[in-house]
């Protein structure tokens, strides 16, 4: 008899506890206790009888109610209770007769395989459509075969065996015949009943080669699908990817360190997959279609034939792993490597995401043309060196502002525009499979794609819920990687300006640069700069004040232009300073009559990270000395000011 924690818990969930006496409960006890169930599991399990019950029968003098996970001391109250075969919970879970281990009272994983795989599984109607599925490795279970799922005798059931990274039997799936209705309503046209809850693997179609791209798929219809189509190999995982226990992409890195992994799965289960494939060089193809969250693989290629199936898997193969995972450099190896590299020096790299993102109306739009200006031509933007790289502009909404915009630039530096930037005015959605790939089989290679608003590459996907943003940035990071370059991303601030990026939260820690920039009384600033609202992952944050100059055009209609003139420069300063100014400015008041110590210091308390007061005390005492001789603040009749220069921060 097969029997550890995993087995043990599944049967104690499969038991009813509507006509438990206190007796069975007691009995249940001891039995899971012995077969390895956890104290935490029991508890839950408990907790379905009806409290009026549990009163009555004094469960808190085993069970502290309270505090389920709280340890050895709490879990000794549930070891006085006598200990009970372990068999008894097997027999309560048969009698139940609705769990999927209804089979394990007297079998194990290794016996049920045996067993089915003394009978050849051609006749099986699971096979019929589907040629080239190997056979060698399934099996048929007969009838009579005293093994039971979801209250069904297993007799006629395709046995697929999961096997671990070591080769290991880990898990056996169980396709049953089209007869049993209730057992085929699944999420695929098929539903496999898996012998184990929580047990990983796979079943693997094809052996991958050292190199050779393995698509990896939640049901055996659509890894046969992705096989029928591609030729590569495929494995059906014996977990779907939502569940919190699945890791079959770690396993499978490891087995195979430099194979591309291919994530294909539902469009139901796409985010989750995308979490699965970071970390472990791999990918995920884009959802199939909106019209079904189920839609799969296998109904792609029924639906829609082999060749538009391949054309969508292949698209999606990433490029191929190069050489051993985890280099190891020597002080020398450090020194040769290349540095990083900048479109504009510690403000916009050349290769990933960022993003220029303000309020509406503080001219995003223009200072973004203005930089992508000066990169296509290679002269410093505001005092910072640019590496000169092709432009493509992705001009979704206001195109006849654009134009304007772009008039106006060529009639204040009396020169038309860089012939290396281009712009794109069609609709475009960065979250379909086909526009991103027909968009980056147009863009050329190294550039800066500038899409300008996200919000117009996304028609009707929620930009606040993690699965839209998670499409948008998988939609995002497709291009940039397949371009090699870096993609700008226009986006309008949240609620408040103190709100940072709109929408979800993963778009700021998906971004290496991100510009805030911000308009009061006439004067407009932006910055990278981290305690200020923006980002920028490999270099020291800055902060740049800039005007927005009229230029009327020839026909009347007026723009604007970009001044960056002599504007000051802050460089970034300590984050213990950063911290003490910013406490500062959200007490500060816009009329300029200062902030009192007290007020300052409460601020600074409220959000310091310190632990204890006298080490709050200290720090602010040290940033705040520090503040005014750098000449940040003055202090005039015990109240302190910004400096002038500093002041145009916070002026309405």
């Given at each position: ?39 935490g ?5 408990t ?58 009272a ?6 049920v ?23 060698g ?7 009579q075969?005293?093994v ?6 297993a ?17 056996i ?17 098929v ?72 994530l ?33 693989a ?12 391949k ?77 000169p ?31 290396s ?71 309008h ?39 200020r ?55 500060a ?14 601020e ?14 200290v ?34």
């Amino acid at each position: 008899m097969l029997n550890n924690e995993n087995t043990a818990t599944t049967a104690l969930r499969a038991i009813p506890t509507k006509y438990l006496t206190l007796e069975d409960w007691k009995t249940l006890c001891g039995a899971a206790r012995c077969a390895g169930v956890g104290y935490g599991a029991f508890y839950v399990w408990t907790g379905d009888i009806p409290e009026a019950t549990t009163q009555a029968w004094g469960v808190s003098d085993y069970l502290d109610e309270d505090r389920p996970d709280a340890g050895p001391d709490v879990a000794l109250g549930w070891e006085r209770l006598p200990d009970a075969e372990v068999g008894v919970l097997y027999t309560m879970a048969d009698r139940a007769g609705s769990w999927p281990g209804h089979w394990r009272a007297d079998r194990g994983l290794s016996d049920v395989l045996d067993l089915a795989q003394q009978y050849d599984p051609s006749g099986h109607w699971f096979l019929d459509d589907k040629p080239g599925l190997p056979r060698g490795n399934l099996g048929i279970l007969p009838n009579q075969c005293r093994v039971r799922v979801g209250g069904h005798d297993a007799g006629g059931f395709l046995a697929v065996p999961m096997r671990d990274a070591d080769g290991e039997l880990s898990n056996i799936h169980l396709i049953p015949p089209p007869s049993i209705s209730d057992m085929n309503a699944g999420i695929f046209s098929v539903k496999a009943v898996p012998l184990l809850d929580d047990a990983g693997g796979w079943f693997g179609l094809g052996e991958p080669t050292a190199d050779g791209v393995i698509y990896v798929c939640e049901s055996l219809e659509s890894a046969w699908a992705c096989r029928r189509a591609t030729g590569a190999a495929s494995v059906v995982s014996s977990l779907p990817f939502d569940s919190e226990d699945c890791d079959i992409v770690g396993g499978l890195r490891a087995a195979h360190p430099n194979a591309p992994l291919v994530l294909v799965p539902a469009p139901r289960t796409a985010e989750f997959a995308h979490d699965l494939a970071d970390g472990h060089q791999a990918v995920c193809v884009l959802n199939f279609t909106k019209e079904d969250p189920d839609f799969t693989a296998y109904a792609m290629l029924k639906r829609d034939g082999r060749a538009t199936l391949k054309k969508l898997l292949e698209q999606a193969v990433p490029v191929a792993v190069a050489g051993p995972r985890f280099e190891l450099l020597s002080g020398c190896d450090l020194a040769a490597t290349a540095p990083s590299l900048w479109a504009v020096n510690g403000v916009l790299p050349t290769t990933g995401l960022a993003a220029i993102f303000g309020a509406s109306g503080v001219g995003k739009s223009f200072l973004a043309l203005d930089a992508v200006t000066a990169i296509a031509e290679g002269r410093p933007w505001f005092g910072h060196t640019t590496s000169p790289r092709p432009i493509t502009y992705a001009v979704l909404e206001g195109q006849a502002g654009f134009k304007y915009r772009v008039a106006s630039w060529e009639q204040h530096h009396g020169r038309k525009l860089p012939q290396s930037i281009r712009s794109m005015m069609a609709g475009f959605n960065i979250t379909s499979e086909q526009d991103v790939t027909e968009f980056a089989a147009v863009l050329p290679k190294g550039g800066i794609l500038v899409i300008d608003t996200l919000n117009a590459a996304a028609p009707g996907v929620d930009e606040n819920g993690s699965v839209g943003m998670g499409s948008i940035l998988a939609g995002a990071k497709r291009l940039a990687s397949v371009t090699g370059g870096l993609v700008l991303l226009i986006h309008h601030s949240g609620k408040s300006e103190s709100a940072g990026l709109r929408g979800h939260s993963s778009l700021i820690s998906a971004l290496d640069a991100a510009v805030f920039v911000t308009r009061k009384a006439g004067r407009g600033a932006w910055t990278t700069d981290i305690a200020r609202g923006g980002k920028c992952k490999d270099g020291a944050g800055v902060t740049h004040q800039f005007a927005l100059d009229t230029v009327t055009l020839p026909d009347g209609t007026t723009s604007c232009i970009v001044d960056a003139g002599t504007s000051p420069t802050e460089t970034a300063m300590a984050p213990r300073l950063r911290d003490a100014l910013a406490a500062f400015e959200r007490v500060a008041v816009p009329d300029g009559a200062g902030v009192s110590l007290d007020d300052w210091r409460a601020e600074f308390y409220a959000t310091s990270t310190a632990t204890n007061t006298h080490a709050k005390k200290v720090a602010f005492q040290r940033a705040r000395d520090d503040l005014v001789s750098a000449g940040h603040l003055l202090l005039v009749d015990d109240v302190y000011h910004l400096t002038p220069a500093k002041a145009g921060d916070i002026s309405e």
